[in-house]
Nanobody
Framework: QVHLVESGGGLVQPGGSLRLSCAAS????????MGWHRQAPGKQREFVAI???????AYADTVKGRFTVSRDNAKNTIYLQLNSLKPEDTAVYYC?????????WGAGSRVTVSS
């Protein structure tokens, strides 16, 4: 089992920044991918960004150039830096990890972009 806990969400004005963190614990060996998805009110959960243990990163087109994913393997933590936030970025952001073919999810961290 992999246990994921997100933190860092909150209310921010358009154009502002936030940093989300996700700490992994439990059976964290052999995690091959960690990443972020989000779910806006009334919409399906969508992909945001991933960071492979091998080093590759990938982003959704909607966040490319504004969001940055990074990992601190020593702390078993993944981060998502959110810059130039827009109201349409308002969502619950979920961290996920893939290990031995199984996907684990955190409980989510709410980000609200509003003036």
């Amino acid at each position: 089992q992999v246990h994921l806990v997100e933190s860092g969400g909150g209310l921010v004005q358009p154009g502002g920044s936030l940093r989300l963190s996700c700490a992994a614990s439990g059976s964290i060996d052999n995690i091959v991918v960690m990443g972020w998805h989000r779910q806006a009110p009334g919409k399906q959960r969508e992909f945001v960004a991933i960071s492979e243990t091998a080093g590759r990163t990938a982003y959704a087109d909607t966040v490319k150039g504004r969001f940055t994913v990074s990992r601190d393997n020593a702390k078993n933590t993944i981060y998502l830096q959110l810059n130039s936030l827009k109201p349409e970025d308002t969502a619950v952001y979920y961290c996920n990890a893939i290990r031995r073919g199984l996907t684990y999810w955190g409980a989510g961290s709410r980000v609200t972009v509003s003036s």
